[in-house]
């Protein structure tokens, strides 16, 4: 599982996307989401726009993220 770490502790799943090099544009982070790709903490999720926050887990194609505070 990769760290992503971020200011403030909290950032929103398309930014997620961007930040880890999964997506390289917000366009291309709602097709992944769309297809059903993404799960947060378990549960598929398709917000971009869903809020993560310290400690959370992102999977994508089978590849984990936990999003931590810088």
Do not use: P
């Amino acid at each position: 599982m990769k760290t992503v770490a971020v200011r403030d502790g909290q950032i929103l799943l398309g930014q997620l996307l961007k930040l880890a090099g999964i997506a390289e544009t917000g366009g291309e982070a709602r097709t992944i989401l769309a297809r059903g790709e993404v799960s947060v903490n378990g549960s598929v999720e398709q917000r971009r726009g869903r809020k993560l926050v310290e400690g959370d887990v992102v999977d994508v194609g089978g590849a984990g993220y936990l999003v931590s505070r810088r």
